[in-house]
Each structure stands twice: as structure tokens, then as C-alpha cells.
């Protein structure tokens, strides 16, 4: 009977897992280890990526759809990684250490085992719809959503050269060709003036390198990333208010305001113990002269 049970609660928990999982978009790895995904990767072109301390992804494409493998960063490699950064830099053997250290962190990211696996749903624009970019400038395009990368001459299948802007929208790359030759392009370059440019024809580029990162939703939404200063200009206006406080001759517990600043804005503790060190050492008249801007 304990045997039945234990049966019934391991199906359950599979069933469970696969559950969570169906409603993630995580499917089974397709690979063993980040290095069988590399191996893998689709017409010698490798887009691989990830954030330090939490993962490292690989995408791949098979008959014809994209897949993203994900593997978790683990101690191992952020031990190799700090090793790497701690090399001194004067030291005459640097370059070789550093080379060293450095293909040891790439060897071992590439054992790193797959955690899942996931396939990208979202479509390409339609012919019918790149078509339409045709015609409008750099900046219209942008306004309706599309994001600028990289630009450059190429050579079309004639021979001849043409200047190609890739421009992302959602997960996809376009090869934008615009209407202008080498001396337009330089001047618009030079002026600041590449928005002006007309887009004169569009392919389809593939999917865009930022799929390695989780930013980039499988389904083609994509997430902001986080503001390094969100809550910075709140934080500094309180700051200068306590300080003026201080000024005036109010008695303020520093410790008890820096704690309910750290309660608002708990992304920017290390920024307000910054600040409260510096009260510390210049006191509430050196500080405020410190965020006051000069005019």
C-alpha cells in the first residue's frame, strides 16, 4: 500500500512540475551541457549570452524555430570569475594569466548542464509587412517601435555596394537598405541626420542576438530593463531636505532617517549608506554644498 501511495505521489509531482513548466514555456533540455548547444548552433552563427551570478543561455535553431537553452550560473564559476578579476594588472605575466583565467571560465561555462529548454513562438513580421517599411525613414520606423543597431556598407548580389541598417523589432532583425550611397551615408553620419534616411528595401534577418537574454520573451514581448537610477532624484531631495533641517538647527537621528529611506527604496541601500557616510565625514553643510549643483 506505501508502495501505491508513494507511486501515486511521485506522478503527481511530475505531473505538477510538467504543469508549471507548460505555463513557463519550458519544455525538456534539448542539450546536455551549454557546449553540446554551442555545437549545435545554426550556420556557424553562435548567439550566446546571459547575466553574471544567474545564467547562461545558447540559441539554436531546429527545423526551422528558434530554441532557447538555459543553464543556471553555480558557484564554481563565479569563484573563476572572481579569480580572473582579482589578477593584478601591473604584474608583468598579467596578459597571460588573464588569457588563462579567461579560457578556464569559457571551458567551464561550456559544462555547465541545461536546465530547460524553450521555443520561441513569436513570428516574424509577414512580407507584406516589411514591405510596408519601405518607403519610410529611419526615424519613422523607429517611432513605431523598431530599435536601431548596427549599419554599414555591404555589397548586394551584384557586386555593387549598398548601405544596410539592422533595425529590431520584438525578437527579429531586419536588414534595412536605405537610399543613399557612400556620400549621403558619411554626411547623415557626420550630421547626425541618419533618421532622415529612406528605408529602400528590407530582409529578414534572423533572430536577434539579445534572445540570449531573458529580458526577451519566447512569446516576443520584451521587458524594460531596470532603471540604475529609478528612486536616485527622490532619494538626493530628501537627503537635501533633511539637510537643511540640520542647518536650521532641527535635531535629526540619522541612523532612524537612513533606515526609512532604505524601507522607500530598499534597490538603493548601498547608495544611501553612501550618503550617510558622507554626512558623516563632511558634515550637513559639506554634503549639501556636494548636491548642490554649481551654477
Known amino acids: 500500500m506505501k508502495r501505491i501511495i508513494a507511486l501515486l505521489m511521485t506522478v503527481l509531482m511530475l505531473a505538477t512540475m510538467t504543469g508549471v513548466y507548460a505555463e513557463e514555456g519550458h519544455g525538456a533540455p534539448l542539450y546536455a551541457t551549454v557546449g553540446d548547444a554551442i555545437d549545435d548552433s545554426y550556420e556557424d552563427r553562435v548567439i550566446t549570452g546571459g547575466v553574471p551570478e544567474e545564467y547562461y543561455a545558447v540559441v539554436t535553431m531546429k527545423d526551422g524555430k528558434y530554441y532557447r537553452s538555459v543553464a543556471y550560473w553555480d558557484e564554481k564559476l563565479t569563484e573563476l570569475n572572481e579569480a580572473m578579476d582579482s589578477l593584478d594588472y601591473e604584474a608583468e605575466d598579467f596578459f597571460e594569466k588573464h588569457d588563462a583565467a579567461m579560457q578556464a571560465v569559457d571551458d567551464y561555462i561550456k559544462t555547465l548542464p541545461i536546465a530547460y529548454s524553450e521555443e520561441f513562438t513569436a513570428q516574424p513580421l509577414t512580407d507584406e509587412e516589411m514591405q510596408a517599411m519601405v518607403g519610410k525613414t529611419l526615424a519613422q520606423l523607429t517611432e513605431e517601435g523598431f530599435e536601431t543597431g548596427s549599419n554599414g556598407t555591404e555589397n548586394d548580389e551584384n557586386g555593387e555596394m549598398i548601405i544596410v541598417f539592422s533595425l529590431r523589432y ?126
Open 170 to 295: 520584438g525578437v527579429y532583425d531586419y536588414f534595412c537598405q536605405v537610399d543613399a550611397d557612400f556620400d549621403q551615408y558619411t554626411e547623415a553620419q557626420d550630421n547626425g541626420t541618419e533618421g532622415d534616411l529612406v528605408v529602400k528595401d528590407v530582409k529578414l534577418g534572423g533572430i536577434t542576438e539579445w534572445a540570449a537574454d531573458l529580458r526577451f520573451h519566447t512569446d516576443g514581448t520584451v521587458e524594460e530593463p531596470e532603471d540604475p537610477f529609478a528612486g536616485m532624484v527622490e532619494i538626493l531631495t530628501e537627503f537635501g531636505s533633511m539637510l537643511e533641517k540640520v542647518l536650521a538647527g532641527e535635531e535629526v537621528d540619522i541612523d532612524s532617517f537612513a533606515a526609512t529611506l532604505k524601507e522607500k527604496y530598499p534597490d538603493n541601500a548601498e547608495l544611501i549608506d553612501m550618503y550617510v557616510s558622507l554626512y558623516q565625514t563632511y558634515g550637513a553643510e559639506g554634503l549639501l554644498t556636494m548636491l548642490t549643483p554649481a551654477e
